[in-house]
T-cell receptor, first 114, second 118 residues
Framework: AQKITQTQPGMFVQEKEAVTLDCTYD???????LFWYKQPSSGEMIFLIY??????QNATEGRYSLNFQKARKSANLVISASQLGDSAMYFC???????????FGAGTRLFVKA | GAVVSQHPSWVICKSGTSVKIECRSL??????MFWYRQFPKQSLMLMAT?????????EQGVEKDKFLINHASLTLSTLTVTSAHPEDSSFYIC??????????????FGDGTRLSIL
């Protein structure tokens, strides 16, 4: 069975500093995809970044990067130069190939302080 | 592209009524749609997978007769919460998969529906 674990219920970061949100996963599949989504208080889900299990390089998208350590089964999200608008809930998610069913972690609420 | 429209955004109704939530793919065809439920400050829990023209597949513990799902066309899936009670109050969000889309593509989410049963 697949499982996503986010152990940080809440995180605080000073504006303009970097922050790492942790995510570990468990799966017996060799091929899988890892996603990070942002959910502001308004509720919509915003896709941030994707990492495939066979991707050799860590994914980057603007201020977002994914620290992928396959052997440790971790896929931490790094947000550089935090902004006040980054305050939101962040979910790590995993999808196995073929089924398109996605499971989500419990989420981490990020608070950016001015 | 790949816009998913969910309606209504907010619903407040009396206990015992049935509530229908629509999920539409506006600029693509969606053979598969997913319905999630999210309690405050919690994660998204998959309720069911809806496939066009066939019966929905419900996750364990989800009452099929309480949460009726219809996916009658390639652009519309509906979730009906029947005889709703206060414990059904939650945030419901749908997502859709583009026909032929690869598994490395993100899900296309609607903006969600906040349901409050009085």
């Amino acid at each position: 069975a697949q499982k996503i674990t986010q152990t940080q219920p809440g995180m605080f970061v000073q504006e303009k500093e970097a922050v790492t949100l942790d995510c570990t996963y468990d799966t017996s599949d060799q091929s899988y995809g890892l996603f990070w989504y942002k959910q502001p208080s308004s509720g919509e889900m915003i896709f941030l970044i994707y990492q495939g299990s066979y991707d050799e390089q860590n994914a980057t998208e603007g201020r977002y990067s994914l620290n992928f350590q396959k052997a440790r089964k971790s896929a931490n999200l790094v947000i550089s130069a935090s902004q006040l608008g980054d305050s939101a809930m962040y979910f790590c998610a995993m999808r196995a190939p073929g089924g398109f069913k996605t499971i989500f972690g419990a989420g981490t609420r990020l608070f950016v302080k001015a | 592209g790949a816009v998913v429209s969910q309606h209504p955004s907010w619903v407040i109704c009396k206990s015992g009524t049935s509530v229908k939530i629509e999920c539409r793919s506006l600029d693509f065809q969606a053979t598969t749609m997913f319905w999630y439920r999210q309690f405050p400050k919690q994660s998204l829990m998959l309720m069911a997978t809806s496939n066009e023209g066939s019966k929905a597949t419900y996750e364990q513990g989800v009452e099929k007769d309480k949460f009726l799902i219809n996916h009658a066309s390639l652009t519309l899936s509906t979730l009906t919460v029947t005889s709703a009670h206060p414990e059904d109050s939650s945030f419901y969000i749908c997502s859709a998969r583009v026909v032929g889309e690869l598994s490395n593509q993100p899900q296309h989410f609607g903006d969600g529906t906040r349901l409050s049963i009085l």
